[in-house]
């Protein structure tokens, strides 16, 4: 960090406003054109609202709005025409995300509209410090220069979560190539060993007049994307089929792809409840014992329960109901340090409040969990 110091002959573009380390900032009816690199681009912020703003600029790297390890942005009634990703998600790049390791959360976009640029609502590349509970709704987007609507990009360099990503109410024109776009081949790079994970993606009454595919999603083997589901949906004109590759439980409930309705699950995650799966390698280290909200929640009648844990020990994994009575096991044994994921069905159960339970001998966490019928 000491000997980055730059000057004569470095030739760094620079963002046109970049709040740094701030609390309480509003941006509010303003035009900015042209920025030689990112127009707006928060970082390390919180509490940041961005309204009634528009962005037009189409040089190099000429990304709308990137907020960047931040808490709490609302980003509303803005319009966006770029060179680049109009509203871009992230959390730092390589080892200075790690380094630093501050996620990006807890984001709320609403009311926009997306011109040209290489992505509507996208999260990435540089993710390396994570990201979750990030929601867009009432927006829209048309261009035969926008590539895709959403977009999620990183690689075994960035690593990283990104999670818990909801989209509802995007209206679509028209876009070059992909309605959804996950691609952990970015720069078509898997040289780190950094494995990303992507899960819990929702996209609720999306509506696509003209696409090449609907969905491009690429995982990896050792870390697949999971839990996509895309509900109430239409796609029209649509060229190619869905490329699909190392994606588990990918829900289609009501998606409309050239006139044919479709309903199904891709891949679902371990029907089978006696077994748990391992999501990531052994270079992905997760430092604490966390047990994640259950996906759906509410649900009818499966789930899925994914959790993590930072040494090798006993893990056992129950569902209580609200009396506190035990109405299943779904493990009971030792699993080595990672990143987990199993499935729970309750069709055999009635409708009503349980609780999950995580007990690795040092920590008991639990968490709610609504079975709907």
Not at 236 to 257: C, D, F, K, P
Not at 306 to 329: A, D, M, P
């Amino acid at each position: 960090m000491d000997e980055r110091i730059y000057g004569e002959d470095h030739y760094l573009r620079p963002n046109m406003i970049q709040p740094y380390r701030c609390k309480n900032v509003l941006i509010d009816s303003v035009t900015i054109k042209n920025s030689p690199m990112w127009h707006i681009h928060p970082v390390l912020c919180a509490n940041v609202t961005i309204q009634n703003v528009t962005v037009i600029g189409h040089g190099p790297n000429n990304d709308g709005c990137n907020p960047e390890s931040c808490q709490d942005v609302l980003v509303r009634n803005c319009y966006f025409d770029t060179g680049d990703d109009c509203i871009a998600i992230k959390s730092g790049r390589n080892a200075d995300g790690r380094r630093v390791n501050v996620p990006t959360e807890n984001v709320v976009i609403q009311n926009c509209t997306m011109k040209d640029g290489h992505g509507g609502v996208v999260i990435g590349s540089e993710i390396s410090g994570s990201c979750r509970n990030i929601f867009a709704e009432d927006c829209y987007m048309n261009s035969p220069n926008l590539n895709r609507a959403l977009r999620i990009k990183t690689n075994s360099m960035r690593g990283g979560v990104v999670e818990n990503i909801y989209l509802r109410n995007i209206t679509v024109g028209e876009v070059s190539e992909a309605a959804i776009k996950i691609n952990f081949y970015y720069g078509e790079c898997d040289i780190g060993s950094f494995a990303p994970i992507v899960r819990n993606i929702e996209v609720r009454n999306m509506t696509v007049q003209k696409t090449r595919y609907v969905l491009l999603m690429r995982g990896y083997e050792r870390s697949p994307i999971s839990n996509v589901r895309i509900i109430d949906s239409e796609f029209n004109n649509v060229n190619n089929e869905n490329s699909i590759n190392e994606v588990q439980n990918l829900v289609l409930q009501n998606v409309s792809i050239n006139v044919a309705v479709i309903n199904k699950i891709i891949n679902p995650i371990n029907d089978n409840l006696g077994t748990v799966e391992k999501i990531n390698d052994e270079t992905n280290v997760p430092g604490s014992i966390r047990l994640f909200q259950v996906y759906p929640n509410p649900f009818n009648p499966a789930t899925t329960i994914q959790f993590q844990i930072s040494k090798q020990r006993h893990v056992s994994l129950t569902i209580y109901n609200s009396l506190g009575q035990e109405v299943e096991k779904l493990i009971d044994r030792i699993l080595p340090v990672g990143y987990y994921t199993t499935g729970f069905n309750a069709a055999h159960l009635p409708g009503g409040l349980y609780m999950c339970s995580l007990n690795t001998s040092s920590e008991i966490i639990t968490n709610k969990m609504i079975l709907i019928k």
